[in-house]
Structure formats: C-alpha cells, structure tokens
C-alpha cells in the first residue's frame, strides 16, 4: 500500500510504483498527478489540471466529464472501473500537491533559516523582529 497524508491507495499498480519511486510512495508533485493521469487515461496536462482544481472553483459539468473521461481513458488502458473511480478520487483528494520547483526553493529557504537561527541565533532574532516591526508600518 502507498500512505499519503490524506488517504491510503486502496491497491497497488505499476504507473503508481513507477510514478511515486521518486518520493517513496506519496503524493508530492503536481508532475506527478500528470504523469499517473497521462499513463492511466492519456490525459494531457491540461486535462490533469482539471483534476487538481478546486470543487469550490470548478463547475460540476466539468467534474463529471474529468471523471468520465479518466475512468474512460483507465477502462482503455485495461484498469477495470472500480480501480479507476479510486484512482481518480484519490488524485482529486490530493489537492495540496506543488510544483517540484517551489518545494526544492521552500526546501532550500527553510534549510538557510534553520542554519542561521542555529550558528547566529542574535542576528536571526534580530532580523526577525526588524521584518516584523516593518510589516506594520
């Protein structure tokens, strides 16, 4: 079984093995969502945005043909329709993913603030207090 934070992939498959080796079986990069909706449904990256959005931001209309398409696109690609329903469900739960990009620069500024607040903690306190006094005014 694959862990993500939210829910547990019911069963294992080949493109999520695959796809999720990277990241030792969860759910991290928007990249990866494209990748497992292209190999499962032939979706475009276009199309696997769609899966992302937001039901608040998305009209239902556009819901149900994303998920008749992918479960289509999965039923095409020998993946029987129980499977494919999960499968779209678990990639539309998975909302918080990020783009690779800004989670290697998020990485990087929490490892530097780390370092500075361990070998210069007075000057870290310091710049910490002088942005916050500056954010008021």
């Not at 990069?29 to 449904?41: D, G, P, T």
């Not at 210069?120 to 310091?126: A, K, M, S, V």
Request: charge should be positive.
């Amino acid at each position: 079984r694959y862990f993500t934070l939210s829910i547990i992939i019911p069963e294992k498959h080949p493109i999520f093995e695959i796809t999720l080796k990277e990241t030792y079986g969860i759910l991290l990069f928007k990249e990866q969502v494209f990748k497992i909706a292209n190999l499962m449904a032939d979706f475009s990256n276009k199309e696997s945005e769609n899966i992302l959005q937001f039901e608040s931001q998305r009209a239902p209309k556009i819901e149900s043909n994303t998920k008749k398409k992918f479960i289509d696109g999965a039923l095409l690609k020998g993946i029987d329709k129980k499977q494919a329903k999960s499968f779209y469900r678990y990639l539309n739960e998975n909302r918080r993913v990020k783009v690779k990009a800004t989670c290697y620069s998020d990485a990087i500024l929490a490892y530097q603030c780390a370092y500075l607040k361990c070998n210069y903690p007075q000057e870290f306190l310091n710049a910490q207090k002088y942005i916050e006094n500056n954010k008021l005014n």
